[in-house]
């Protein structure tokens, strides 16, 4: 696809696309899809609780689904996720001890899934979410973690006691990665990119602490910057910050990612539609002018099939680049010129 050739390499611009579940997208006929974007993530179709049913069973059918559609069209594919505190398996909490879900569960399931899926994917999301939404400055890797209120407190057998009390459960999930995933490991999280923040700041924390104590190297790690914002002052990152944050991961080695990127607007208006274009077209300008952005990826192709819904604190939603009947908005017109300029 024109729009997404650059940096003399293939730049990974893409959006999720559940094709095996054809009526909610009926719209997108592949011609349609694969002209606008060169890259798909599905949008659950990878996730544990539909690629682990049963304890140890794997079924990655419709994953590899996903993938097959990519191939097909000599596009590419990433991985959303191996490991997230949502959309896990019935069977999982509550039924599983901490050891063996540090030392079975979490090293099986990551393996059977990146294995499964092999070499034809550019970045697996890896841990997705770990972080929490009260962080503060000066937490470590661990705190920032543990103030999130998810995974430590899934517990044994419905109890109080929390599963885990230290981040050996991600050392596993990330050194099982690192064995059988030839592309890049990424941390993915919500409300991250802006400096001066700690929940950015538990970022590096966390990917230096992988780095550190599972020995996963720079040069293989991503973060995952989701990137759901709103159209409003105050509810994106500007561009000069995700600049500065994007500047730091390089200057590690690791490299950057807008992983689920849509924008709700406050009212359907023209100025409103307009000032959508203008800061996701900053976001793509952020990721094509830093040499360590190669992926940025749209959640949901249509506003009527966002995850987002007009309602408080998503104004009237109209999230992506597509409107209600699949066509075009002044966002996607921006976009196409952002490529073309750059
Ligand atoms: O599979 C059932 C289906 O059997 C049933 O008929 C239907 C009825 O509602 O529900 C289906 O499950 C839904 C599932 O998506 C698959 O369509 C769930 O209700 C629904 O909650 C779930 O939502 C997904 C959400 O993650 C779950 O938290 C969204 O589609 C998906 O866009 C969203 O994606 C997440 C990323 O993975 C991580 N970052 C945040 C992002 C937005 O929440």
């Not at 909610?24 to 659950?44: L, Q």
């Not at 208006?269 to 800061?279: E, K, P, V």
Request: glycine share 8%; net charge negative.
């Amino acid at each position: 696809p024109s729009v997404s050739a650059r940096k003399g390499s293939l730049f990974h611009f893409g959006s999720t696309h559940d094709i095996f579940a054809p009526a909610a997208e009926a719209d997108w006929t592949s011609d349609k899809f694969w002209n606008v974007w060169n890259h798909i993530v599905a949008e659950n179709g990878c996730k544990w609780y539909d690629t682990e049913p049963e304890p140890f069973v794997s079924n990655l059918t419709d994953c590899k689904g996903v993938q097959q559609y990519a191939i097909d069209h000599g596009c590419t594919f990433r991985g959303h996720n191996t490991f997230w505190h949502s959309q896990t398996p019935a069977w999982l909490p509550g039924n599983v001890s901490a050891s063996d879900l540090v030392n079975k569960v979490i090293p099986n399931h990551v393996e059977t899934e990146i294995s499964g899926l092999g070499s034809y994917v550019t970045s697996w999301d890896v841990t997705n979410e770990l972080i929490g939404d009260s962080t503060t400055m000066g937490m470590d890797a661990w705190e920032c973690v543990e103030s999130a209120d998810r995974w430590p407190t899934v517990t044994v057998d419905g109890g109080s006691t929390p599963l885990v009390t230290n981040l050996s459960f991600a050392y596993a999930a990330w050194s099982t990665a690192l064995k059988y995933d030839p592309g890049k490991l990424v941390y993915n999280d919500y409300s991250t990119g802006a400096t001066n923040n700690s929940k950015t700041e538990c970022v590096f924390k966390l990917i230096t602490d992988l780095h550190e104590n599972a020995g996963i190297p720079y040069s293989r790690m991503g973060v995952g910057h989701q990137s759901h914002v709103g159209a409003m002052p105050g509810y994106f990152v500007p561009k000069d910050q995700l600049e500065t944050t994007f500047q730091r991961l390089a200057d590690m080695g690791v490299d950057a990612l807008i992983t689920e990127m849509d924008m709700w607007i406050p009212s359907n208006t023209t100025a409103a539609l307009r000032y959508q274009a203008a800061i996701w077209g900053d976001y793509i300008d952020a990721c094509l002018y830093s040499s360590n952005c190669h992926e940025f990826i749209n959640w949901d192709n249509r506003d009527d099939t966002s995850w987002i819904t007009p309602g408080p604190g998503h104004g009237v939603a109209m999230p992506t680049l597509f409107d209600a009947n699949g066509n075009p908005k002044p966002v996607y017109y921006e976009v196409l010129a952002r490529f073309q300029r750059y």
